[in-house]
């Protein structure tokens, strides 16, 4: 009885201790999790390009997280489309899993929405992510089975978690990660939401980045090529202009900053163009652009059309603007509407059903 005793003692403590060691292992994998979180955030309000943001996020949610792999999909509404943006590891089962598929490259792969694929993506819309036991799921029918079966097999795979990435209300692309382990539990679950909205910030961040330097690409290609005006305004005089602004109106740079700018201006919208001036000057806004009519040194009269912005120069008040020339776009508009109404005119005046 005493050595039965002792055995129930014995195996007490033990369940005990090993109880004892599942929470400490338990606890490290929680505490491993929020560190991945806190390195993915601190990615997201870094300094670092956003394209080098989207690559490490995905790499800290594979290697931090216990993933196989992981890639991040941008979606296309034009190409109805989901299209490979960055994928991590890039490693020998990479190509060979490239090789199976038929893929010469992952980055940059579309995989076009069929309507076999339509409830996933309803899921996706809906802000859902998916679950499933099969890589084939969440790329058919565009990758034959026997080929996506044959690359799960590869990574060794048996959950994979396609998460849906949301940017203003709008489906924008997913996160997919797959792992060895046959459950996803509920804490991670929820981790990798977070990590999805965190993805889709970095997401939208490289779009906006994208856009930025576009812009200023376009802006400086039309301040390059004097296709735009630029000018200060101050106590009734130009102060400063660009050579866009010559060629705009046909005067030397001399010329115009020893000029009165009102004259410049058509004398039906003069009135208009010193009330926008002072509104500006006392600070009243002024929605957006408007336009007015110019005079050039020839005496030809052009259609502008005017940005500003009440700034300081010279420590006291000024008026920024950038001009453009809408001479051409007014005109194609006008002979396109008279197009129409001789269209209309014939249509009016011709007895179909008698040609016919």
């Known amino acids: 009885l005493e050595e039965i005793k002792l055995l129930k003692d014995i195996g007490f403590q033990l369940g005990l201790a090993l109880e004892q060691v599942g929470l400490h292992q338990q606890l490290d994998i929680s505490y491993q999790r929020l560190q991945a979180a806190y390195k993915i955030g601190q990615l997201i309000s ?25 890639y991040l999909t941008t979606y296309s509404e034009e190409e109805r489309a989901l299209r490979v943006r960055t994928i991590y590891p890039r490693d020998e089962r990479l190509a060979q899993a490239l090789k199976v598929l038929g893929i010469e490259e992952l980055e940059d792969y579309a995989f076009p929405i069929m309507p076999e694929f339509e409830p996933i993506l309803k899921r996706w819309f809906a802000g859902e992510p998916v679950l499933t036991d099969s890589y084939y799921e969440l ?47 509920g804490e991670l679950f929820q981790l990798l939401r977070a990590i999805a909205n965190q993805a889709a910030i970095a997401l939208e961040n490289a779009r906006l980045y994208q856009e930025a330097i576009e812009l200023g690409n376009k802006y400086q290609s039309l301040v390059e090529n004097e296709l735009i005006g630029i000018y200060i305004i101050q106590d009734g005089k130009l102060k400063y202009l660009n050579e866009g602004l010559c060629k705009s109106l046909g005067y030397t740079k001399e010329e115009l900053l020893s000029s009165d700018p009102i004259r410049l201006v058509h004398p039906e919208d003069r009135e208009m163009i010193l009330q926008n001036v002072e509104k500006r000057l006392r600070g009243e806004p002024l929605t957006g652009s408007y336009t007015f009519r110019g005079l050039r040194k020839d005496g030809r009269v052009v259609e502008l059309e005017v940005f500003a912005r009440l700034i300081e120069y010279g ?28 269209a209309e005119k014939i249509l009016a005046s011709y007895d179909i059903e008698h040609i016919l």
């Open 315 to 342: 420590g006291r008040p000024a008026i920024q603007g950038v001009l453009v020339d809408i001479t051409l776009l007014r005109e194609a508009e006008r002979l396109r509407r008279g197009l129409l109404d001789v």
């Open 46 to 70: 870094g300094s670092l390009d956003p394209e080098e943001v989207l690559e490490q996020l995905v790499r800290t949610a594979v290697e931090e997280l216990d993933f196989e792999v992981g």
């Open 139 to 185: 790329v058919l029918p565009d990758i034959p089975k026997e080929a996506a079966e044959a690359v799960q097999k590869l990574y060794g795979v048996r959950k994979l978690i396609e998460l849906p990435l949301r940017a203003k209300e709008r489906f924008i692309g997913t996160l997919l990660l797959a792992t060895k382990h046959p459950q996803i539990d």
